[in-house]
């Protein structure tokens, strides 16, 4: 796990794009995995600006979302699959129907959810996904003792992350709905490389347990632990838990310009 401290988000921006750019230039039709939320947002702009300024392009590349609201109309503001279609994907040039989404509208969630890994499966798997944390230690909505051999499924949501996204809901908690579907912790981790973001102090205690905690599905993002690709990019007040602080701050600098993360 490589751990990069930058000074605030737009750096993290920066060098979360850089690393996308790479990719597309290498694999022009590579399969991202895309987070909602307030943390990959930076990441979002950094990427359409290099789109419009003709420096990348999402042509022949696919995306998938990491998770979706249970219940929500399809035409609501906050539905994950809206979201991204408004902060990032209807802003770049993906092709028609490129971008998918976990049915939270689905008949048959069972069904949905079983389609969903196979959508994901049939295009080669996620070459790079893009992840936030929640204050619980949650990545996509795998909440505290989510199984950490999990697959794509409904989940509940905790007091904390209703709480946490009640922002987006006229800060009223009992408006965001209390279940989810979302990519298990084992769907996360066969992606190739993993980029989890998180800035400021709120997220300080889930950083510390991800980054030098025991594995355990009380702190679901610890299982990033053991997947061989992972960066997280944080700003000095997400980083501030870190008791190997000035390691991760040393070995970054000293690391050669051409090497990518
Ligand atoms: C969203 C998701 C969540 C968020 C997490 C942090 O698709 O998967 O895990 O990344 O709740 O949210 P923010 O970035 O809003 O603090």
């Not at 979302?182 to 300080?204: F, N, Y």
């Not at 594995?215 to 679901?220: D, E, G, I, K, T």
């Amino acid at each position: 796990m490589e751990v990069v401290i930058l000074a605030d988000a737009t750096q993290i921006g920066g060098v979360a794009a850089d690393a996308i750019s790479i990719l597309l230039s290498r694999k022009p039709d590579a399969v991202l995995g895309l987070a909602t939320g307030s943390s990959p947002l930076a990441i979002y702009d950094e990427l359409v600006a290099r789109c419009d300024a003709g420096l990348i392009t999402f042509g022949q590349a696919r995306g998938f979302t990491l998770d979706e609201y249970v219940g929500l109309p399809a035409d609501h503001a906050e539905r994950y699959r809206n979201v991204i279609d408004r902060v990032f994907v209807s802003r770049v040039d993906f092709a028609p129907g490129a971008v998918q989404g976990p049915d939270g509208l689905a008949a048959d969630i069972p069904a949905a959810c079983a389609a969903y890994e196979n959508a994901i499966r049939a295009v080669g798997g996620v070459d790079l996904q893009i992840l936030g944390i929640g204050t619980d230690g949650h990545i996509g909505f795998n909440e505290p003792g989510s199984s950490l051999a999990s697959r794509t499924r409904i989940k509940t949501l905790t007091r904390q992350t209703r709480v946490d996204n009640a922002r987006f809901f006229g800060d009223d908690v009992e408006s965001v709905p209390t279940h989810c579907l979302t990519q298990g912790l084992a769907t996360i981790m066969e992606a190739r490389h993993l980029i989890l973001v998180a800035t400021g102090r709120s997220k300080s205690e889930a950083v510390h347990h991800l980054v030098e905690g025991a594995v355990s599905a009380l702190w679901p993002a610890t299982i990033l632990q053991h997947h061989p690709h992972v960066t997280v990019l944080l700003d000095d007040a997400a980083a501030r838990r870190l008791q190997l602080v000035d390691y991760y701050r040393e070995t970054y600098l000293a690391k050669p310009d051409w090497q990518g993360i």
